[in-house]
């Protein structure tokens, strides 16, 4: 085994979990070296992009991201898929179809599961289970806009999927779930551009 002698201790319980992992990890050429760690998570989660095929569109939403802010960028709003964490004994589908309606307002009844992803196995242990799903005008139910309980203020935008396809060029996308769901539509030729 690589790696043995594993001890982690609780750096912050804040919002997610913040630990300290020391382990000796053995290399290929047999060298084992004692290593420090950080990794950061809570609950896996999911992220869901609508799109009408019908229409051309893509219902996105627009929120304020600290980290976003942190890095000096669109002074941290970001442009995304809908996206949540994953209850207690909730499966991804059933939170990909209660965010939908949280955030931005669309009741859906299935969705289509893309694939599931780390975006940052570096540091976070949170997997994203990504999916898409298709939505028409009938399906909204004028809520959305995010749960206030949880301090969300989400705007809803429904735009071009062409224009979503360029705003990754022009960088106004810079969410990865974003990025790899419009693309996903694109390969599969599932909405013309």
Known sequence: MKVKNV????ISNFWGTLERINFDFTFKNGKSVNLTHEVYGKS???????????TQNVLLTKQFRMPVYVAGINQG???EVVGGAIDTNETPENTAIRETEE???YKISKVKK???SFLSPGILKEKVHLFI???SEEQNTNNGGGVSEENEEIEVLEIPFSKALQMIDTEEII?????ILLQYLKINELISN
Request: hydrophobic fraction near 35%.
């Open 103 to 105: 955030e931005i307002g």
């Open 133 to 135: 799903g298709e939505y």
């Open 7 to 10: 001890t982690s201790k609780v």
């Open 77 to 79: 709003y970001s442009i």
């Open 175 to 179: 969410d990865a779930r974003t990025i």
């Open 44 to 54: 896996d989660g999911i992220a869901i992009l609508l799109y009408n095929s019908k």
């Open 114 to 116: 893309v694939t599931k």
